[in-house]
């Protein structure tokens, strides 16, 4: 088998973005566009891949060796060679940058690093259509107008597979060829000794004053060897990001696709238009998820897990049955959060990294948890802060109450045994243990343990003072 080697282009400055963000680390579903590209170029087997940047290149450069550090190992991955364009002087300058660096026996497989979501079965048919010895388009026909993509111009008179003469850029188009709905993907495929034939070619006699990648098929055309198109009708494989609204539309497009998934899988999502998920969702069965709700990272949700309207939720692990209400935050970070079967989290709750609640904990409005465990049937209903703490099983911490885990230099641990009651607005000054079964009297501030099964009360004593009258006002 002829060996695939692959060129992806990322060095344009991606100047409809308006970003001071290298147009290929824009993010896609939570993942640098890049991350896709790279995924799809591993799973064509190319034997070297070449990226050229550019616009942001140390940047980009670092993405890709992030990527083949992690997202890669999934792959057999091609050697990754990353070369600088400077001045960016148009794709077909940048092509020329790269392809010094591919062997001559290979087929040049060219991705864009703004067309994200090619997928590897329809790589694999376009190298296919090049066999060996001819110039392979992807190409997408809407039948509606192009916008700004290259037009795919075909010899006259012989209809939609009439063969390929050339592709006339948007901004260089005569109205006739602008008024062709078939475009170009940025995506193509030639032997590479032919096309490095044709890159040597190139001028940049056009309205942008590039040396254009796309006007290597006419010199194909003229040399007589064949170009070929493979038009697909999955727009969002071959649809290029250049600006916030085609970002923006392509992340639904992933979305929805998401949501199809899921909901093939059983899970209920109440409106798969309102769900976004930026990273890995496992769920089990009876899952509900309703509206706006956003996942991050790796979630698990188990067994009739139920979410309600407007939660965020990342790096955590939900078990069976817990119920997280509306307007909730779970951010588990690298240390993760767990939630216990049956637990009941929010509203407005707000679970942070290393928060373990055991089974049938409650944590309920206005509530943080910070690297604390709580044993199984531990209540925090309102209003109220457990950071560095150890809260044991059926404790009550009650509103208002706060763990002073942190003297201004260090963080110190608090141990709450089975069965405290903890008062509203209490404050424990960290570090001390409530002993099992202790009660501590609303509005105490603890700067020490108190002893199990006693009541301790930390505040002072309320005295009255009868007939007390208050100042007037003197004329
Ligand atoms: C390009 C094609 C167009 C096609 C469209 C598909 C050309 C001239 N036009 O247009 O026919 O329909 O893609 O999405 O090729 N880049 C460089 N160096 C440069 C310029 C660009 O590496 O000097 C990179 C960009 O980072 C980008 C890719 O090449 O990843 C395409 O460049 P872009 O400016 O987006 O071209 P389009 O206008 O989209
Ligand atoms: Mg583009």
Known sequence: MTPIDIIILAAGLGTRMKSSLPKALHRLAGRPMLGYVLDAAAAAGARRCVLVTGHGAAEVEAYAQDWARADGQNHAQPELLAVRQQPQLGTGHAAQQAAPLLPDDGIMLILNGDVPLVQPETLARLIALCEGAHLALLTVDTGQDAGAYGRIVRAAAAGADAPVRAIAEARDAAPAELAITEWYSGIMAAPTRLLKKYLALLTNNNAQREFYLTDVVRHAALDSAQVRALRIADVAQVAGVNSPAQLAELERQVQRRHALRLMEDGVRLADPARFDLRGDLRCGQDVEIDIGCVFEGNVSLADGVRVGAHCVIAHARIEAGAVIHPFTHIDGGEQGVAVGPGARVGPYARLRPGAQ?????????????????????????HLAYLGDAEVGARVNYGAGSITANYDGANKHRTVIEADVHVGSNCVLVAPLTVGAGGTVAAGSTLTQSAPPGALTVARARQKSYPGWRRPSKQD
Request: aromatic letters at 4%.
């Open 357 to 381: 609640l055991g089974a049938d904990v409650h944590i309920g409005n206005f509530v943080e948890v910070k690297n604390s465990t709580l044993a199984p049937g531990a209540k925090a209903n």
